[in-house]
């Protein structure tokens, strides 16, 4: 996943085009790919959203994968974990 990631890492940044620097296509794993472009057709440029705060799902506060992983998404294969924190 790791061109995935690489190739969207400069959207909005390295250019204030919203069409540029992002290949969606790259990403293997499909959730990742099918995120990505629904991400990148909002065309967001920092609008302004109301959001609320919410606690951390008990399910995302278990996932074991970040923290195995240097406090980042595991490149490579997925663990089990990460892919059903129920599973723990």
Do not use: A, G, S
């Given at each position: 996943e790791y061109a995935g990631f690489q190739s969207c890492s400069g959207w909005m940044v390295d250019s204030q085009n919203p069409d540029a620097n992002c290949d969606c296509d790259l990403f293997k794993d499909s959730v990742l790919r099918k995120g990505c472009k629904k991400f990148y057709s909002l065309?967001?440029?920092?609008?302004?959203?109301?959001?609320?705060?919410?606690?951390?799902p008990d399910e995302l506060g278990r996932l074991p994968c970040w923290e195995e992983n240097g406090n980042s998404y595991p490149f490579g294969e997925v663990p089990a974990l990460c892919d059903n924190p129920k599973a723990f």
């Open positions: 065309k967001w440029n920092n609008i302004k959203v109301d959001y609320e705060e919410v606690e951390c």
